[in-house]
């Protein structure tokens, strides 16, 4: 099938909506771009589905290429049949194509191929037949200088078949779905060494589960038990199954005296070679689609992070935790921009309790602050419970919350951070980014390396080169969606915006330091390497919001001003009112009168365009993360002993992973809502009703302050 059909097929989308997005794709056109600006030639479709077309397109070109090659490698050896030609023709997967290519792939010397060079491939093709003749007689006529016996003759023709039915595509794929449909994984502990990790495995110390149902977290935690030596796995199934399933393909005839050799080699080539070999390629597939898995949940969470509504207009105290070196201080104006920093001894060994809550209390005065962040490393539990006293006693005003701090430590020690404080210790930079992460939560971490933000599982146990490229989508997506103040915005985030590479955003940075604010978005075109292509990309997505045009604060894209300025003056108004506050209502509300349709006639333009334009012109600044639940910001102080059996708590989800989500309650411990107890009603994934950052409410059902563990429901009570 032509791959756009199969796309389109594939994709349950039309062929020629397939044809121009391909089309688009093959020009150099970001993702971001098309799904925003290119509606008319895609049909509309959105991001999700331009890059599921994206991936395979790229997949099915990458087959039909290895496709060319087999061809060529089967055909170099003059053994390629009109049937082998087809089979490789229809292939659907490089997995099948694999199985095609498998007995024409040169190898190393095998049992087979040894006795190939002695001269019994013969004596196998007679067994093969299964004649009336009787192989011991047959063999006969091969004893040489090599093969000394009749037995030996025979074992050897065993071989050769023993490695023909292994790699027989037929049979491979039979017997690997029939290994899947009815195998058993089972895990077992590792006698006789002494691993600190091991504890952690101790639930699959004598495991076994249906190869078919096993869920991806615990492929996951088998493969990291395995790797480190402390488990020992292995699929088993039905041989005798097997062995028959293998027979029926390969036997013609029970009655033939060739029937016990070809039996035997069935059995010998399963055992030495198909069933190793399938259980390696099964192992490989779950554990390719738990890895799938794991990063899907882990992009999940890093978007639901990255999208949090930033906290605008308020003047940060950020702390970063710690015992014997202090707690780290710093006060961040509602731009973010460091005001002053210091550190306070509060904790062990030197207790200076009373002195720290001057310290905190003489900052929040002198620099007007009205939040706190607190980062939830060590001793945050105990800082926590510092400014908690800070606000009962002295700042009542206050508020505050803990931050996850997971990353910071990598931001702080970063070229990047160096470059953006270079005179600063890295502890007061990690306590910066604390600060800032509630600002403006997107523009702070897209600074830090997404698989340190710690908002996944297992994210250590998968493929790192898929994990960051589905990372970086997250990122690249969330950035473009929301959109980048060009004036104020660090290289670190404007390297994220469609078409800007590092090195192109580190010039634009460049060209603000030397020239000043940009005016207008046409002053991009002046950076050094940013050419025609690379403005039009980027263009839509940044905005200036004090410039000389007010277009340039929008999402309307600069190719499609004359279009913006024509819906203005038909409703009576000029690009320069949609900086008045007052008259930017009047303009919505006309706005909203206006049918898309009709206007894309009069003005011979594309519908989804102009729906586009008519919703950016009332909204110029629009921040979309604006519209979500601000944080849960907490005035006092729980502890592990307060916590009891029924208790109502509000909470913010910190994490979900596939068996529940950790919320942050106000104490030390997160605490776990397993799948459970997520909802009244079944829940298939808990993404389905929660995502990070959710604030919620939740019933403590279980406080286990031994192991620190907390159980929680957010279902009713009944």
Same mark, same amino acid.
């Given at each position: 099938?032509?791959?756009?059909?199969?796309?389109?097929?594939?994709?349950?989308?039309?062929?020629?909506?397939?044809?121009?997005?391909?089309?688009?794709?093959?020009?150099?056109?970001?993702?971001?771009?098309?799904?925003?600006?290119?509606?008319?030639?895609?049909?509309?479709?959105?991001?999700?589905?331009?890059?599921?077309?994206?991936?395979?397109?790229?997949?099915?070109?990458?087959?039909?290429?290895?496709?060319?090659?087999?061809?060529?490698?089967?055909?170099?050896? +003059?053994?390629?049949?009109? *049937? /082998? !030609? @087809? &089979?490789?023709?229809?292939?659907?997967?490089?997995?099948?194509?694999? $199985?095609?290519?498998?007995?024409?792939?040169?190898?190393?010397?095998?049992?087979?191929?040894?006795?190939?060079?002695?001269?019994?491939?013969?004596?196998?093709?007679?067994?093969?037949?299964?004649?009336?003749?009787?192989?011991?007689?047959?063999?006969?006529?091969?004893?040489?200088?090599?093969?000394?016996?009749?037995?030996?003759?025979?074992?050897?023709?065993?071989?050769?078949?023993?490695?023909?039915?292994?790699?027989?595509?037929?049979?491979?794929?039979?017997?690997?779905?029939?290994?899947?449909?009815?195998?058993?994984?089972?895990?077992? +502990?590792?006698?006789?060494? *002494? /691993? !600190? @990790? &091991?504890?952690?495995?101790?639930?699959?110390?004598?495991?076994?589960? $249906?190869?078919?149902?096993?869920?991806?977290?615990?492929?996951?935690?088998?493969?990291?038990?395995?790797?480190?030596?402390?488990?020992?796995?292995?699929?088993?199934?039905?041989?005798?199954?097997?062995?028959?399933?293998?027979?029926?393909?390969?036997?013609?005839?029970?009655?033939?005296?060739?029937?016990?050799?070809?039996?035997?080699?069935?059995?010998?080539?399963?055992?030495?070679?198909?069933?190793?070999?399938?259980?390696?390629?099964?192992?490989?597939?779950?554990?390719?689609?738990?890895?799938?898995?794991?990063?899907?949940?882990?992009?999940?969470?890093?978007?639901?992070?990255?999208?949090?509504?930033?906290?605008?207009?308020?003047?940060?105290?950020?702390?970063?935790?710690?015992?014997?070196?202090?707690?780290?201080?710093?006060?961040?104006?509602?731009?973010?921009?460091?005001?002053?920093?210091?550190?306070?001894?509060?904790?062990?060994?030197?207790?200076?309790?009373?002195?720290?809550?001057?310290?905190?209390?003489?900052?929040?005065?002198?620099?007007?602050?009205?939040?706190?962040?607190?980062?939830?490393?060590?001793?945050?539990?105990?800082?926590?419970?510092?400014?908690?006293?800070?606000?009962?006693?002295?700042?009542?005003?206050?508020?505050?919350?803990?931050?996850?701090?997971?990353?910071?430590?990598?931001?702080?020690?970063?070229?990047?951070?160096?470059?953006?404080?270079?005179?600063?210790?890295?502890?007061?930079?990690?306590?910066?980014?604390?600060?800032?992460?509630?600002?403006?939560?997107?523009?702070?971490?897209?600074?830090?390396?997404?698989?340190?933000?710690?908002?996944?599982?297992?994210?250590?146990?998968?493929?790192?080169?898929?994990?960051?490229?589905?990372?970086?989508?997250?990122?690249?997506?969330?950035?473009?969606?929301?959109?980048?103040?060009?004036?104020?915005?660090?290289?670190?985030?404007?390297?994220?915006?469609?078409?800007?590479?590092?090195?192109?955003?580190?010039?634009?940075?460049?060209?603000?330091?030397?020239?000043?604010?940009?005016?207008?978005?046409?002053?991009?075109?002046?950076?050094?390497?940013?050419?025609?292509?690379?403005?039009?990309?980027?263009?839509?997505?940044?905005?200036?919001?004090?410039?000389?045009?007010?277009?340039?604060?929008?999402?309307?894209?600069?190719?499609?001003?004359?279009?913006?300025?024509?819906?203005?003056?038909?409703?009576?108004?000029?690009?320069?009112?949609?900086?008045?506050?007052?008259?930017?209502?009047?303009?919505?509300?006309?706005?909203?009168?206006?049918?898309?349709?009709?206007?894309?006639?009069?003005?011979?333009?594309?519908?989804?365009?102009?729906?586009?334009?008519?919703?950016?012109?009332?909204?110029?600044?629009?921040?979309?993360?604006?519209?979500?639940?601000?944080?849960?910001?907490?005035?006092?102080?729980?502890?592990?002993?307060?916590?009891?059996?029924?208790?109502?708590?509000?909470?913010?989800?910190?994490?979900?992973?596939?068996?529940?989500?950790?919320?942050?309650?106000?104490?030390?411990?997160?605490?776990?809502?397993?799948?459970?107890?997520?909802?009244?009603?079944?829940?298939?994934?808990?993404?389905?009703?929660?995502?990070?950052?959710?604030?919620?409410?939740?019933?403590?059902?279980?406080?286990?302050?031994?192991?620190?563990?907390?159980?929680?429901?957010?279902?009713?009570?009944?």
């Amino acid at each position: 099938m032509d791959i756009l059909k199969q796309l389109a097929t594939e994709l349950n989308i039309k062929p020629k909506q397939v044809e121009q997005t391909v089309a688009l794709l093959d020009e150099g056109n970001t993702i971001p771009f098309i799904a925003r600006y290119r509606k008319e030639a895609t049909g509309e479709l959105d991001e999700t589905v331009i890059r599921d077309l994206s991936e395979r397109l790229t997949y099915l070109r990458n087959l039909e290429e290895r496709k060319a090659e087999v061809h060529r490698l089967i055909d170099e050896q +003059e053994k390629l049949t009109p *049937e /082998i !030609a @087809e &089979a490789i023709a229809n292939a659907a997967t490089l997995q099948v194509l694999d $199985d095609i290519y498998r007995p024409f792939r040169p190898k190393r010397r095998t049992r087979a191929s040894m006795a190939k060079e002695k001269g019994l491939e013969p004596l196998a093709l007679k067994l093969l037949e299964q004649g009336a003749d009787d192989p011991l007689i047959l063999a006969k006529d091969f004893i040489n200088d090599e093969v000394a016996t009749v037995e030996d003759a025979l074992q050897g023709a065993q071989d050769i078949l023993a490695e023909q039915f292994t790699d027989d595509p037929a049979i491979r794929a039979m017997i690997r779905k029939f290994t899947y449909d009815t195998g058993i994984l089972f895990s077992e +502990e590792v006698k006789g060494e *002494e /691993i !600190a @990790e &091991a504890q952690e495995f101790q639930m699959y110390f004598d495991y076994f589960e $249906d190869v078919s149902k096993i869920p991806p977290h615990r492929i996951l935690a088998i493969n990291r038990g395995e790797r480190l030596k402390v488990l020992k796995v292995k699929i088993q199934i039905d041989a005798q199954r097997a062995y028959a399933l293998i027979a029926k393909e390969v036997i013609t005839a029970q009655s033939s005296p060739s029937f016990p050799y070809l039996k035997m080699a069935i059995e010998d080539g399963y055992e030495r070679l198909l069933a190793p070999s399938v259980e390696r390629d099964i192992r490989n597939a779950l554990t390719e689609a738990a890895e799938e898995h794991a990063i899907e949940i882990f992009a999940k969470n890093l978007r639901d992070l990255l999208m949090q509504s930033p906290v605008r207009g308020r003047r940060v105290l950020g702390i970063d935790p710690a015992f014997r070196t202090g707690c780290k201080v710093v006060a961040v104006n509602e731009f973010g921009d460091l005001l002053e920093y210091t550190t306070i001894y509060p904790h062990e060994p030197q207790k200076r309790w009373n002195e720290a809550i001057e310290t905190l209390q003489a900052l929040a005065k002198k620099h007007d602050l009205s939040l706190v962040t607190i980062g939830n490393g060590t001793a945050s539990r105990e800082t926590e419970q510092l400014v908690a006293e800070l606000i009962k006693e002295h700042s009542p005003d206050l508020q505050y919350l803990v931050i996850n701090e997971a990353g910071a430590s990598v931001y702080s020690a970063s070229d990047l951070a160096r470059k953006e404080f270079p005179d600063l210790d890295v502890s007061i930079r990690g306590a910066i980014s604390i600060a800032r992460r509630v600002q403006d939560p997107l523009a702070e971490l897209v600074k830090i390396d997404p698989k340190s933000i710690g908002v996944g599982q297992y994210q250590h146990d998968v493929n790192q080169k898929e994990l960051t490229n589905a990372l970086g989508t997250v990122v690249e997506s969330c950035v473009n969606h929301v959109g980048v103040e060009l004036n104020t915005a660090s290289g670190a985030l404007l390297s994220h915006v469609a078409g800007l590479s590092a090195r192109v955003a580190n010039e634009v940075v460049n060209y603000r330091l030397e020239n000043g604010t940009f005016k207008k978005r046409s002053e991009l075109k002046k950076v050094k390497g940013l050419g025609p292509k690379t403005f039009e990309q980027a263009a839509g997505f940044l905005r200036i919001a004090d410039g000389d045009r007010p277009l340039d604060n929008t999402a309307v894209h600069p190719e499609s001003y004359s279009l913006a300025l024509q819906i203005l003056e038909q409703i009576g108004y000029k690009e320069k009112d949609l900086q008045d506050r007052e008259t930017l209502a009047e303009i919505r509300g006309k706005l909203k009168g206006l049918n898309a349709k009709e206007v894309a006639l009069n003005l011979d333009a594309g519908e989804p365009t102009i729906r586009d334009i008519i919703d950016a012109l009332g909204q110029p600044g629009r921040d979309p993360r604006d519209e979500l639940p601000a944080p849960l910001f907490r005035d006092d102080v729980l502890s592990m002993e307060d916590l009891r059996p029924g208790m109502i708590l509000k909470g913010t989800i910190q994490n979900v992973v596939d068996f529940g989500a950790f919320v942050d309650i106000g104490v030390k411990k997160a605490g776990l809502v397993h799948i459970s107890q997520l909802s009244d009603n079944y829940v298939r994934h808990p993404t389905d009703v929660v995502q990070v950052g959710d604030i919620v409410s939740v019933r403590i059902l279980e406080v286990d302050a031994g192991r620190e563990r907390i159980s929680l429901t957010m279902k009713s009570e009944r």
